[in-house]
């Protein structure tokens, strides 16, 4: 996982606070927290004890029943403890002292006060991070067994998993470097770029410069895959190829600039000609796409777009996905976006296990599956793909309750739902304070205000009555 270049110790710190954080409105107990992470309970101890450290105020004990007491843990408690973590630890460092160019692993250990055998062991740790998290190896003071394009991939993947959001570990003349060039997009092309935009953007040149300049270029035979993925129009780079040839004046690396720019930042806007193997993958979509939703206009040329894009950046910025890999949120998808999410799971699960000759980990599957219910729900209305459930809203209170019952119907739009005042033949759900004994809609009665409960409840009879609907289409 890439939580091991973390030391041994802060790996386990870092997962008994992630363990904490997902069970902060629940019981959890020194017994479960020692069988869910394989930990003694003299470890789990220590482990707390480093944890306090790290985060004041985050003090964890526990009762005679063995149940945790703490104060909740935030997601903002886990990034900063998981930079504080990778800072201090000698593998990372190590890693960022090759990529910086330097060479002597003696001078490491002397930087590091390390022995000259605990640095040869960090490297050795390091390497088994690499070659079983990535399939690469430390050879030396040089990472090597894969393309350059994978090795690119794979360090930003790690800068932005820990990196992102915090003080930037590379030295002043590549961060100047960056900001110079970030400089130059917002203002010659009028850019507009959200911080997280910025953060990855920024990482992505700072990794660029490092490995140029340490001899690590991409060779024709790898600029040429990218090209074979998607062409994309250089012109509309020119000026900036000008300016950035200061520092990188070999065109495949401006190419590969421009490229990581077209899908990353620009996105939209520009022609795009997509070599054979994203069209393969394009057409096989489209069909996949008409299997589900019969009306072929749907299949919009904003949808081809967004389409060639996501495709195209699967192939070329290949990174291991560390984020919306949780399973479990594809039940929500499938029952607010049937089609949708029919439509994504097909294509995921028939076409890309295998991309290119290699099989595919099920955690970038999941991530694949995100990237299109997204772009789904995007580009297509929900209108245009199934029926709404026609709400009716009924109760004696008056007018005035009416309309502060619809308002709250307002935040369940996803439901695709039709709010109306009048019963009739079409209604799906009837919302009262008065049962009615003849009515044929399925009915909910809430004497006073509903609370959360009736809410949810509210929600889950919305998704029976679609359920209900697609099943007789």
């Not at 915090?166 to 100047?176: A, D, E, G, L, M």
């Amino acid at each position: 996982m890439i939580l091991d270049i973390l030391e041994e110790q802060d790996k386990y710190v870092l997962l008994l606070a992630k363990l904490l954080e997902q069970h902060n409105n629940e019981l959890l107990t020194d017994a479960h927290i020692c069988e869910t992470l394989g930990i003694s309970r003299f470890r789990m101890e220590h482990y707390l004890e480093e944890l306090g450290h790290v985060l004041s105020e985050k003090e964890v004990s526990f009762n005679k029943k063995g149940e945790a007491l703490y104060r909740k843990l935030t997601m903002g408690d886990i990034e900063c403890l998981k930079n504080v973590l990778v800072t201090r630890s000698k593998k990372f460092k190590l890693l960022h002292y090759i990529i910086e160019g330097n060479s002597s692993i003696r001078k490491f250990a002397r930087d590091e006060f390390l022995s000259l055998s605990q640095a040869y062991r960090k490297r050795r740790e390091l390497n088994t991070f690499f070659e079983e998290e990535f399939g690469l190896v430390i050879d030396g003071m040089k990472i090597r067994g894969g393309s350059e394009l994978h090795i690119r991939n794979t360090l930003l993947t790690i800068y932005f998993f820990y990196c992102s959001g915090f003080p930037s570990p590379f030295s002043k003349k590549i961060r100047t470097y960056a900001m110079n060039i970030e400089g130059f997009l917002l203002t010659n092309l009028a850019l507009r770029l959200t911080r997280t935009s910025r953060e990855k953007l920024e990482l992505f040149l700072c990794l660029h410069y490092s490995r140029v300049h340490t001899d690590n270029v991409l060779n024709s035979e790898e600029s040429g895959y990218i090209q074979s993925i998607a062409l994309i129009e250089t012109s509309y780079f020119e000026e900036l190829n000008h300016y950035v040839a200061k520092e990188v004046s070999d065109t495949k690396e401006l190419y590969f600039l421009d490229t990581f720019l077209f899908f990353n930042i620009f996105k939209t806007g520009m022609p795009l000609q997509l070599g054979e193997i994203s069209t393969q993958l394009m057409d096989q979509f489209a069909t996949i796409f008409t299997k589900y939703i019969k009306n072929k206009t749907l299949f919009s040329d904003e949808i081809k777009q967004k389409l060639a894009l996501l495709i195209s950046n699967w192939f070329i910025f290949t990174s291991e996905a560390t984020s919306f890999i949780d399973e479990f949120q594809i039940n929500y998808f499938s029952e607010m976006y049937p089609a949708f999410h029919a439509i994504a799971f097909d294509f995921v699960d028939t076409t890309c296990r295998h991309l290119q000759n290699r099989q595919v980990s099920n955690t970038q599957l999941v991530k694949y599956y995100y990237d299109l219910i997204f772009m789904l729900i995007e580009t297509v209305p929900i209108t245009e793909i199934e029926q709404p459930i026609k709400v009716c809203i009924d109760f004696s209170h008056g007018e005035s309750y009416n309309s502060f019952i619809e308002k709250n119907i307002l935040f369940y739009k996803d439901l695709n739902i039709e709010v109306q005042r009048y019963n009739d033949m079409n209604t799906d759900l009837y919302l009262t304070d008065n049962f009615q004994s003849t009515l044929r809609a399925k009915q909910i009665v809430w004497r006073d205000p509903p609370t959360p409960n009736d809410w949810s409840y509210f929600a889950d009879v919305v998704l029976e009555l679609k359920r209900d609907k697609l099943e007789k289409e």
